[in-house]
């Protein structure tokens, strides 16, 4: 397939099983249509204002909006919650020491389905329905301010972040668009 060109949906077999396009389908149509727009994407994967950001995966936050970004701006690195897991710690190594960012924006947000579960209970859960416990920790949390601190210092103190001076924690409000700085 040449770039810019998507196969039609009749090319391809239906993944809803039901006939009508899938949700990927319309992705996929999206993709080839903005290969085709004038607009050239930036050249480099290095950010061009030095700055990663993690944020939490939930769709409600538009991080080009609320921070002011534009296509090549910065390293956005998102999961559930927010949090600076290993996998965080991973990519923050990568955009410093590989791609030349100095600065870290962590961001939680009011209304996290993160806050809704404790970690035991999805445990329990995982381990009813398939016999296994997972390998991995949610890391779900019930206060927003503590669970950013703690990410901020997992980000601080990590020795294999070498711009550790520059990193901020806020809370965004999903109600009200205000991003507030955790202290």
């Known amino acids: 397939m040449m770039r810019g060109v998507a196969a039609s949906p009749a090319d391809r077999p239906d993944a ?5 396009p899938s949700i990927i389908d319309e992705l996929v149509a999206s993709a ?28 409600r936050l538009d991080l ?7 296509p090549g701006d910065a390293h956005l690195i998102r999961n559930a919650g927010g949090v600076a897991t290993d996998d965080v710690i991973r990519s923050l190594t990568i955009s410093q020491r590989k791609l030349g960012t100095r ?36 890391e779900s949390f019930s206060d927003l301010d503590v669970d950013v601190r703690s990410s901020l210092q997992r980000v601080r103190t990590s020795l294999f972040l070498p711009h550790r001076d520059h990193v901020r924690g806020f809370v965004y409000d999903v109600d009200t668009g205000v991003l507030r700085e955790v202290e």
């Open 16 to 20: 809803s099983g039901e006939g009508d």
């Open 32 to 59: 080839a249509e903005h290969a085709v727009t004038p607009d050239s994407p930036p050249r480099t994967p290095r950010p061009a204002r030095r700055v990663a950001v993690v944020a939490c995966m939930d769709a």
């Open 64 to 70: 080009f909006g609320i921070l002011g970004l534009e």
């Open 103 to 138: 600065e870290v924006v962590l961001i939680h947000h009011t209304d996290c389905g993160m806050l809704t579960f404790t970690e035991d209970e999805l445990r329990q859960e995982l381990l009813e329905e398939t016999g296994v416990k997972p390998s991995w920790a949610a």
